[in-house]
């Protein structure tokens, strides 16, 4: 099982080497203890036929790409006439994406984001406030994310450097748009250095 998931796991964006450390290493250790157990399953040779993953580096990259266009697709739709039906379209993408198991920490973080301005669209399009507030309370939300998802990126290099750019041009962008939109929100704190 822990063989299958360092194959998996091989070339998956956001997957550090560190992982693939951890993973070898409890597979060795059940190698030590398996004997102990009464096991008689070829554990040597299940460690011999894989590859060498403490070199393997993921490159840095994107968010998933069918995940942008899907938002994008979505934000895109909004109409005055349906912008509450597509409140409901934003919260079930972003429930779809928080239920993925293949997303590196700062692509949830990234979604989050655009989950909070697909919502915020929709609410300057007509949609009703919600449980959590209104569209500046989103729009804050939404910056907030871009916010974090800058910071979690200086510890981890998910993202490569020009969506990196992409997201900090987005960022300044909302710490423009929520004042000029009237939110009262402090915009100002969420500045990445």
């Known amino acids: 099982m822990v063989r299958d998931a360092i194959l998996a796991a091989l070339n998956q964006p956001g997957v550090v080497e560190e992982q693939f450390v951890v993973m070898r290493d409890r597979l060795q250790r059940a190698s030590e203890i398996g004997p102990d157990l009464g096991c008689d399953g070829n554990y040597e040779g299940l460690i ?3 590859p060498e ?7 840095a990259g994107i968010p998933n790409e069918e995940i942008q266009r899907r938002f994008a697709s979505v934000k895109g ?5 349906e912008a509450d039906d597509a409140v409901a379209a ?3 993408l972003g429930t779809e994406v928080l ?13 989050d984001a655009m989950t909070e301005d697909c919502i915020a669209s929709a609410m300057v ?7 959590v507030g209104d ?19 200086k510890e981890v290099r998910f993202l490569d450097e020009n969506f990196q750019k992409y997201v900090s041009h987005e960022l300044e962008t909302a710490m423009r748009q929520g ?15």
Do not use: W
């Open 125 to 131: 399009h007509g949609a009703k406030p919600d449980e």
């Open 135 to 153: 569209a500046c309370v989103h729009h804050h939300l939404y910056a907030m994310n871009l916010s974090m998802t800058l910071m979690m990126d």
């Open 179 to 193: 004042p000029e939109m009237g939110c009262t929100q402090d915009y100002a704190v969420l500045k990445v250095e």
């Open 48 to 50: 011999a036929s894989l």
């Open 99 to 111: 239920q993925s198991v293949r997303l590196d920490a700062v692509e949830y973080t990234y979604f």
């Open 90 to 92: 934003c919260r079930a």
């Open 77 to 81: 739709e909004i109409t005055a006439e």
């Open 53 to 59: 993953t403490d070199a393997i580096a993921v490159a």
